[in-house]
């Protein structure tokens, strides 16, 4: 163990339990800077915690006992990382962990159940989670909540089996199993009564796809039941063809309205536009990034990529001062290791575009794809959205815009719009990023990928790709439980490639139960 | 002078204790650790939580 | 002379080969697996060392362990995929064939061989018994048959009854009540076998094994689902000379030659 990368065995560290042996040995400068950003976090989370309204919330709801892991969850994102790898990904979680905390703090105070504070619930719009965030971009006195996002999306990425709970309590309802466990999350949440009730309004989102009009549907009647009246933003699904885009459009407009109407808030086109400018600029740094990745010397690439790049993207959406700044930060660190040559880890074997929606119970699963077998996880389908800048003077053409952006939300932008942005776009990434490997997450639950398994694997022998499925159920690690996942990978390596992991001690973990 | 010298040394040496201490809670994981063993116990307090009978 | 061992440690049986150094087998067997997988290692090894007239394992240049999951024969030197065994086992056996389909007691491979014997690509189903030697088994118990009787069955059917359901649980009800309604034993056997058949032609797709064809595995032993494979696929399945259940087992042997003699 020591600073350099991959002198420690990193499955030597996993015991078994929820947690590991001890954190990781980086050499004295860069276990001094996680030590400072752990300390961060330690206060961060304890500002508040000691909030009453907060400590009411942590209390009240079972999703929040996940939170106490996030020290964990850092932890595991950043494993194997020195220099300024590390630095980049504490830019990025670090920011994260604070802004899901502010996320907390605003909807416990307004929660009726908690902090009640009615003034703050009047200038809240409730927001899927799965759903672009820019159309608050436009109100600068009202704030976009998603409580979704808090219970159900982070609270597996912290703890693998954080919903199962709420999976059974739909199941019990009638649902069937094999249904996609996100909306079906959602609404085991809502019929248990488990999330914070606040709100002008809630405006949801058919993205997506058809799963969250099941768990949308379920919580628009629990919001009107509430008082809490409910619109629903129908994105087209052919979102690559013109004739739709108008309609995008109105969908938009209706959206404006029916928020000006529910809360008395006017839409500011200055206060819109200097969202976008921010926007813009986090879209172009992300680019470079990428670009960055084309090279042989690729710095943002793997989890320090796709997590934060969803956050920027779908709920930031340019309104945060802050990510920008880190953005800044964090491209002038790769800068100067793309010009010092600096690699992740020991030996690159393999170049990789990671297809298909995530495990979100394994979201380090990147990071074990580079310390275990040298495959660079390059890119990942939901990094690879809408690439055009948005117009940041036009009110008519920004209508169009944020249009083509709720149409083009992550995951939703490849699994519909037929088979060119989900198959055919794959093989010209391959070829833009130089990847000879495509690792293919299959969501079992997932109708949208699996019917066009047969002509992932067509393609992939006609281009000689290296094609690895990756089978998961998305937030229910009990039927597919991370070794496997990583089995699939291992059984590929040394039976097709008759390759050795560069880290054997991470082939075989039992991290079941890890946080 | 010699008070504030001693007073200055007293803090160094709390300084230093308590990175000491804090440090060998981050790498021995020991934040964690403890966590993890209050888990099941914290789990407890939302089975204690009246809810509204509430189905679709 | 120098002698080379395999061990497949399969999920209902365990195989052992041992080969000499032209690669000719000298022993081979077969044995119902015990729940302990190292324990049926050892009892296999014992039976084909005895064949040969050696006292232990050591006495082996090379011994390579397979079978399904990791690490299934401890003592040996080396442990290897058994989807690279059985790869290997059928190159040696008939380096024309390209492809094949192995549908074990738990699971259905197809894998595609390159020129060398090593695997080109595959594509397995270890999630769901429907289509494997467990699906059979429940199958002949509906039918109150062996094993070895139900697979010939559908090969006197005239027409084929098919069986709608996906899931091996759910087949089973389908099949007794198919039985009860007084349908034809052999052409409901004809439409198991031709659930399975579709089954493995869509594994063997995947892999883009469809050239040149074999069976390996328990199940290849069943004429029924052989006929009902060709009937989907279009094409003649390849026979081979040595018991396909043995080609993990080979494999692995063969593999233990290649390391022992390059050492």
């Known amino acids: 163990m020591g600073k350099a990368i ?26 001094l800077y996680d030590y400072k950003c752990w300390l961060g976090i330690m206060g961060m989370l304890a500002k508040y915690l000691v909030r009453p309204h907060f400590l009411k919330g942590f209390l009240r709801y079972r999703w929040m006992l996940n939170y106490i892991s996030v020290p964990a969850m850092i932890d595991k994102h950043t494993v194997g990382l020195r220099g300024n790898h590390l630095k980049i990904a504490h830019e990025e979680y670090d920011l994260v962990a604070e802004d899901v905390a502010k996320l907390l703090d605003t909807a416990f105070k307004a929660d009726r159940y908690c902090g009640n504070d009615e003034e703050l619930s009047k200038k809240i719009v409730v927001l899927d989670e799965n759903e672009m965030f820019a159309i608050m971009n436009g109100f600068p006195t009202l ?43 959602e609404a085991g949440t809502a019929v248990l009564d488990d999330f914070p009730l606040f709100g002008a309004c809630a405006v949801q989102c058919n993205t997506t796809c058809d799963g969250s009009l099941l768990g949308n549907g379920i919580m628009a009647r629990r919001y009107e039941k509430a008082g809490i009246p409910v619109f629903q933003i129908a994105a087209p699904l052919r979102h690559t063809e013109e004739g739709v885009q108008e309609y995008a459009a109105q969908e938009i407009r209706n959206a404006i309205k029916f928020i000006e109407d529910c809360t008395g808030e006017k839409w500011d086109w200055d206060y819109y536009f200097e969202n976008t400018k921010r926007y813009n600029e986090e879209n172009r740094l992300r680019y470079s990034w990428m670009e960055m990745s084309r090279t042989d010397y690729p710095q943002v690439i793997g989890a320090n990529l796709a997590l934060y790049a969803e956050t920027t993207y779908m709920a930031i959406a340019g309104r945060v001062p802050d990510f920008v700044e880190a953005d800044r930060r964090i491209t002038k660190l790769a800068q100067e290791s793309f010009e010092r040559k600096e690699m992740l880890v020991p030996e690159y074997r393999h170049r990789a575009i990671i297809w298909g929606v995530q495990a979100q119970y394994y979201t380090d699963f990147l990071p074990w794809l580079q310390n275990c077998w040298g495959i660079l996880p390059l890119v990942d389908m939901l990094s690879l959205v809408y690439w055009d800048q948005l117009s940041e003077d036009d009110p008519e053409q920004a209508i169009y815009d944020l249009g083509k952006l709720y149409q083009e939300m992550i995951m939703r932008n490849r699994t519909h719009g037929g088979w060119e942005v989900l198959l055919d776009d794959l093989w010209r990434f391959c070829e833009y990023y130089r990847a000879d490997m495509v690792i293919l997450w299959e969501h079992i639950s997932c109708k949208a990928l699996t019917g066009m398994h047969g002509l992932f694997e067509e393609r992939a022998k006609e281009h000689g790709i290296k094609l690895v499925w990756v089978n998961h159920d998305l937030m229910d690690p009990r039927v597919i439980p991370k070794q496997n996942i990583r089995d699939d990978v291992n059984r590929y390596m040394r039976t097709v490639l008759m390759e050795e992991p560069i880290d054997p001690s991470l082939e075989v973990l039992d991290d079941d139960k890890l946080w | 002078m010699k008070k504030l010298l001693k007073l200055v040394g007293k803090l160094i040496l709390a300084a230093v204790g308590l990175f000491a201490l804090t440090f060998g809670v981050y790498m021995g994981n020991f934040d964690m650790k403890l966590l993890a063993f209050l888990e099941p116990y914290m789990d407890k307090i939302y089975d204690l939580r009246k809810r509204e009978d509430y189905r679709v | 002379m120098k002698y080379f061992g395999g061990c497949d440690v399969g999920s209902t049986y365990t195989k052992a080969v041992i080969l000499d150094e032209n690669g000719k087998i000298l022993a081979d067997t077969t044995i119902k697996s015990k729940i302990n997988a190292e324990e049926s290692a050892r009892i296999a090894m014992k039976e084909v060392l005895d064949k040969v007239g050696l006292k232990s394992e050591k006495e082996l240049e090379y011994l390579i362990g397979t079978g399904y999951g990791r690490n299934k024969v401890p003592f040996a030197d080396e442990n290897i995929s058994e989807i690279s065994c059985h790869a290997m086992g059928v190159h040696v056996t008939n380096p024309n064939v390209k492809a ?37 088994e429940a199958m002949a118990r509906s039918f109150e048959m062996s094993l070895s009787d139900f697979s010939k069955l559908s090969l006197q059917a005239k027409n084929v009854i098919p069986i709608s359901a996906q899931c091996t649980v759910f087949a089973e009800s389908e099949v007794i009540t198919l039985v009860g309604e007084g349908k034809a034993m052999d052409e409901i056997a004809a439409g198991i076998e031709m659930a399975v058949a579709k089954r493995c032609f869509v594994m063997a797709k995947k892999a883009g094994a469809t050239d040149s064809i074999t069976l390996t595995g328990g199940c290849a ?34 593999y233990a030659r290649q390391k022992g003699m390059a050492a």
Do not use: H
């Not at chain 1, 929820?18 to 860069?30: F, H, I, M, P």
């Not at chain 3, 549908?103 to 197809?110: H, L, S």
């Not at chain 3, 009937?231 to 081979?240: A, C, F, R, S, T």
């Open chain 1, 143 to 185: 704030k976009g909540i998603s409580w979704e996002t808090a219970a159900v999306y982070v609270a597996v990425l912290l703890q693998g089996d954080a919903v199962t709970g709420y999976l059974d309590a739909i199941q019990e309802m009638g649902l069937p199993g094999d249904v996609c466990p996100m909306p079906a999350a």
């Open chain 3, 221 to 254: 032993k069943n004429d029924g689902l052989k006929d009902a494979i060709e009937k989907v696929l279009k094409i003649k399945v390849v026979d081979l000379d040595t018991d396909p259940q043995l080609m993990g087992a080979l494999g692995a042997a063969e």
């Open chain 1, 6 to 31: 991959g002198s420690e065995r990193l499955g030597d560290l996993y015991t078994g339990g929820k947690v590991k042996k001890r954190r990781e040995w980086r050499g004295v400068e860069d276990t």
């Open chain 3, 100 to 136: 094949i389909i192995d549908i074990g007691g738990q699971d259905v491979k197809g894998i595609a061989i390159d020129t060398d014997g090593t695997v080109k690509n595959f594509a397995m189903n270890d999630k769901c018994a429907a289509g494997t030697g467990r699906f059979f």
